[in-house]
């Protein structure tokens, strides 16, 4: 009976049991159709991510050559030491590999601390491998090698790595290439770079970029859990970058560096603070930069793919002077004489001058201030003046022609404004022609206005006070008279000082038609002025790249000569003071020492310049620049020269010789002067 | 009882869909096996193979006597899962933190698997006398002790996965049994609400836990897999990639990336279910899915037939063994229950947990052999 009632009341549970397996199955019934049926499209692709692998391979950057494909920039293999962060899953087992392989590394840079910030400042791209050193020895290869079982996840890629054929050879020209910054990612044009991707920061790795880079490939891999790859999937070929000829001539390049750096030996021998200095050589008749050198010197491989020590970073950025900087295109100064012809060109063109007319020089120019001469230097025409860089001269050709002028034959030339030479970071120089002196000197009245404005404002608000706690009508009184009497010595300090910054003042037309004063350029700006006043008065845009050459040998792009206009200055005054600078290199000249050796065909035509920059660390009427500009021959001139020696204290004496040995090389005179010199010591030997 | 006369009364449909249950664990188990880092490997199925025929052997076996005579001697079953237990505690060798093996000669017992059967023996005679009777909880507690015992001994090991299918067992027991459903319900509901709170609270006010690291971090993972995608949350995260990416009609057999490559944990054991997914698709599974349906469902209906309370209530147990088993095992690798490291019957690799279930079988196809009086 007691079995009976059980069994009864079983078949009624029971079938609640079987209600509560059915809601079981219906469960995991439809949580599979959600998982298999709906959500499957984001679970495949979640599966197929798992397993494949994107492994980019970097193309090889374009080559650079010189005019004759000389090759000045190449690549050369290099292994890098890298961190595959998937060779292992848990984060403990990963520190005692980092361990282990700082072990084995023994390398200063390398510590535990810096492989695990690597690894976090990529935590995004994981997947990749994680650098951790670029460019180790075969030896590290090997002893990486022996270690292999130790060290999962370890790994050694080949990358190629810019060489460079001449170590600094126009270091500052090329520029470097170094890894990219958040900063740059972000810039449009370079969304298909990834962080750690190297470009080129400076010269014609920047400008250029696009063209020498290529385009990366990738091998797509199918990998295990443990990122261990089972077989390839796809291929996408890296294309290499297009390669780039330069304009620059790799002879007339090595003589250029070769000579500045004795040069710049020499000179600080006597002036020590000479350590800077730049020149550029153009082709007179294209534009073309033929050799372009800036010291202190730049050596792109120093920031090749490894940090830079302290001692560097110094060198490079902080430094007085910084070497990173191309002096040739970002360095403004101050021209010194060698401006003169400028002023010269203005006055003829005016016609207050003839070139026969004489100023008479006593030693000292008769306005104020006074300003002294480089001599006295008695009746002296354009040639004579210009061969002897007669102050006094020029100041009164200056004051004849007035600013006007001078300002718009500069502009002509294309002082002040950048050549749009293609390299990065032009500086845009100075010419203080009318537009720039309105917009200077207003600005100036509006500081000097702000400054008095506010001076009188807390002057009256004290005096607000004092006469409010006056404690009399008398003193009131007298609180207010002190009042009116002090704000009329401000509204007269006020007047003085808008007169004298905000006004052009005739010493100023006298200071720039001598190239001091105001006046600042580049020296590819001086170069190209140059070269326009030598070609007849065709003004090019200088630029630094003939061709650009596909990795197939196509060429891409064969750069033209552009003309950027032609002087209106007429072609007589244009002869004229062809003929004034070669009388600069004709006995009596200042630069005569330079050339006389040149034979008669090949004359120079040149002008020097000793300039008092007025800069921070120069001592007023001790400290100069030695500038220099030069073109030849000067009767079919071929090429400009145009040069600085910061501290140089004398054109022809210093950065003069850089352009000699420079022009020696171009028309080929200095193998016989080799030639000769050989002799003469043989002589002397025997 | 002749086994001609056995063979004559048995339960075909059960037998047959248990075979079948194992001919896809076998498909399945090649292709978990089959994997890029270990390479084409046949002994893991022949293994199997072998335990499957000592697993039959076994079966036929627990035929061979009615188990219902057998009820009398429950309390030394009981006692046997208590020694088994200890045994474990003393001598087991300790894998993943837990002390589940015992070895014995060339082979290594797994105790957790065959005490759950003893426990379904054990418990059934201890309510069968019950039935009717536990309507209130305070006709539970004798029940809630008796499980209570062998329980804290298996949670000594620790072994999560197997306390929870004991406590499964009894649930489905006395629910069978006839305790009231609303009362079984509010325990499981409390139960769950009391290891949130404990949870809660140990992470809030630092409360004492008696559960080890890995085992909260499992739970924790299980309600958001993302807090350690590459540690704990790794297996729910990638079980649930090859079950998804396995779409309706699956990769095909031996073609399932997440299975093939190792993304998939405990792939022919605990994660079997996965693979079959992966490969076989939602057809696959539905498939699989519903012979455990069947088997269940025969089960239950044997439960029905039962001579007597004492074989209905074996049954029972071996169904919520089994139910409990499926639930949890699949329910794992598709994200509704946390992960607690049980086999899915019949289906995942090992030879304890095989022959364990065959003899669960045997018991279940006992009660149905010898439901019927008339016959003997």
């Known amino acids: 009976m007691e079995q009976q009632r059980a069994k009864v009341l079983m078949e009624r549970t029971l079938r609640l049991y079987l209600i509560v397996i059915i809601l079981i199955f219906i469960a995991l019934f439809l949580r599979l159709a959600w998982l298999q049926i709906i959500k499957t499209g984001f679970y495949k692709t979640r599966a197929v991510s798992n397993t494949m692998r994107l492994i980019p391979e970097t193309a090889s950057r374009g080559e650079i050559t010189d005019k004759n494909g000389q090759v000045l920039v190449t690549n050369r293999p290099v292994f890098n030491l890298s961190l595959d962060y998937l060779g292992l899953n848990d984060e403990e087992g990963y520190d005692e590999i980092i361990k282990k392989l700082v072990a084995i590394l023994d390398d200063p840079e390398i510590t535990f601390d810096n492989i695990k910030n690597a690894i976090k400042s990529q935590s995004n791209r994981l997947f990749e491998p994680i650098i951790i050193k670029r460019d180790i020895s075969i030896e590290l290869v090997t002893a990486i090698e022996e270690h292999r079982r130790e060290l999962p996840g370890v790994s050694i890629i080949t990358q190629p790595q810019r060489s460079y054929n001449y170590g600094s050879l126009a270091g500052h020209l090329l520029g470097y290439v170094h890894s990219i910054t958040k900063e740059e990612l972000e810039q449009s044009g370079f969304e298909d770079y990834g962080l750690g991707d190297l470009v080129g920061k400076t010269g014609i790795e920047k400008t250029y970029e696009h063209e020498l880079r290529g385009e990366n490939g990738f091998r797509q891999m199918e990998v295990t859990a443990k990122n261990r790859p089972v077989r390839e999937v796809r291929e996408k070929p890296s294309v290499p970058g297009n390669n780039i000829e330069l304009t620059i001539d790799l002879k007339l390049q090595q003589v250029m560096e070769k000579s500045f750096d004795e040069v710049l030996e020499n000179v600080q021998k006597k002036h020590p603070k000479a350590q800077a200095g730049a020149a550029v050589l153009l082709d007179v008749n294209t534009g073309k930069v033929l050799a372009m050198a800036s010291r202190p010197l730049l050596d792109p491989d120093d920031f090749n793919g490894k940090p830079l020590q302290q001692e560097r970073v110094d060198y490079y950025f902080r430094n007085s002077p910084p070497a990173l900087r191309n002096r040739a295109i970002q360095g403004n100064y101050v021209p010194g004489s060698t401006f003169k012809p400028i002023t010269g060109m203005a006055a003829l063109e005016a016609g207050v001058i003839s070139p026969e007319g004489t100023v008479t020089c006593s030693g000292r120019y008769w306005y104020p201030p006074y300003i002294k001469c480089t001599g006295v230097h008695g009746n002296v025409n354009y040639y004579s003046a210009m061969a002897k860089s007669c102050n006094v001269y020029f100041q009164e050709v200056a004051r004849r022609a007035g600013m006007g002028l001078i300002g718009s034959v500069g502009q002509e030339f294309g002082l002040g404004e950048r050549t749009g030479i293609d390299l990065p970071f032009e500086s845009s120089g100075l010419l203080p022609h009318r537009e720039w002196q309105k917009n200077e000197f207003d600005l100036r009245a509006i500081k000097i206005n702000e400054r008095f404005d506010k001076q009188v404002d807390t002057l009256e608000k004290e005096y607000q006070k004092k006469i409010a706690n006056a404690e009399s009508d008398s003193e009131k009184r007298r609180k207010e008279r002190e009042l009116t009497n002090r704000k009329r010595l401000l509204e007269q300090q006020r007047k003085i000082e808008l007169d004298y910054y905000t006004q052009w003042h005739d010493f100023d037309t006298y200071n720039t038609g001598i190239g001091q004063g105001y006046n600042q350029y580049t020296i590819i700006q001086l170069a190209n002025y140059t070269a326009t006043l030598a070609n007849g008065g065709k003004h090019y845009k200088p630029y630094t790249v003939q061709k650009i050459i596909g990795p197939d040998g196509t060429v891409v792009q064969d750069t033209k000569p552009e003309l950027l206009g032609t002087v209106s200055v007429s072609p007589e005054t244009i002869t004229e003071t062809q003929k004034a600078m070669t009388a600069v290199t004709a006995p009596g000249g200042t630069a005569h020492y330079l050339f006389y050796k040149f034979p008669e065909e090949i004359k120079v035509a040149a002008k020097t310049g000793t300039a008092q920059p007025g800069r921070t660390g120069y001592i007023k009427n001790k400290d100069f620049d030695g500038l220099f500009i030069a073109f030849a021959p000067a009767d079919n001139p071929e090429i400009a020269f145009a040069g600085v020696i910061e501290h140089g204290y004398s054109g022809s004496g210093s950065i003069g010789l850089v352009a000699q040995a420079v022009f020696e090389e171009y028309f080929g005179l200095n193998k016989e002067e080799t030639n000769i010199t050989q002799t003469e010591l043989g002589t002397s030997s025997e | ?376």
Do not use: C
């Open chain 2, 1 to 376: 009882m002749r086994f001609s006369k056995i063979f004559k009364s048995i339960d075909y449909i059960l037998l047959i869909t248990v075979m079948l249950i194992l001919v896809v664990g076998f498909f399945v188990l090649q292709s978990a096996t089959y994997n890029a880092s270990i390479k084409y490997n046949m002994n893991y199925v022949l293994r199997q193979g072998m335990w499957v025929v000592v697993g039959l052997i076994a079966f036929f076996s627990v035929l061979l006597l009615d188990i219902s005579k057998l009820a009398k001697y429950s309390n030394y079953f009981y006692i046997l899962n208590i020694v088994l237990l200890l045994a474990v505690l003393i001598l087991g060798e300790e894998t993943k933190g837990a002390q589940a093996w015992i070895p014995i000669g060339p082979f290594k017992l797994q105790p957790a698997e065959i005490v759950k059967t003893l426990l379904i023996l054990g418990l059934a005679n201890f309510l069968s006398s019950r039935v009717g009777k536990l309507n209130r909880l305070r006709d539970l507690f004798p029940v809630f002790i008796y499980v209570a015992i062998p329980l804290l001994l298996i949670l000594k090991q620790p072994d999560l996965g197997t306390g929870l299918v004991y406590v499964a067992i009894m649930l489905g027991m006395l629910l069978a049994a006839g305790a009231s459903p609303a009362l079984l319900f509010s325990l499981v509901a409390g139960g769950i609400a009391l290891i949130v709170l404990v949870i809660y609270g140990h992470y809030t006010w630092d409360w004492w836990l008696p559960l080890k690291d890995y085992q909260l971090m499992r739970l924790i993972v299980f309600v958001d897999p993302m807090v350690d995608p590459r540690g704990w949350g790794w297996n729910v995260i990638q079980s649930q990639i090859a079950v998804g990416s396995g779409g309706i009609f699956g990769k095909g057999w031996q073609s399932g990336s997440q299975t093939k490559y190792d993304f998939l944990p405990e792939q022919w054991t605990d994660f079997i279910f996965s693979v079959l997914a992966e490969e076989f698709g939602f057809i696959g599974s539905v498939v699989l899915l519903s012979l455990f349906f069947v088997l269940l469902y025969r089960g239950i209906k044997i439960a029905t037939k039962a001579k007597d309370t004492y074989g209905s209530l074996v049954a029972i147990g071996v169904v919520s063994m089994i139910a409990f088993h499926v639930l949890q095992n699949i329910g794992m690798t598709i994200g509704i229950m946390p992960i607690t490291g049980i086999p899915l019957p019949f289906v995942s690799y090992g030879g304890s947990s095989l022959l364990a279930n065959m003899i669960a079988l045997g018991l279940l196809m006992n009660v149905y052999v010898y439901h019927d009086h008339v016959l003997f």
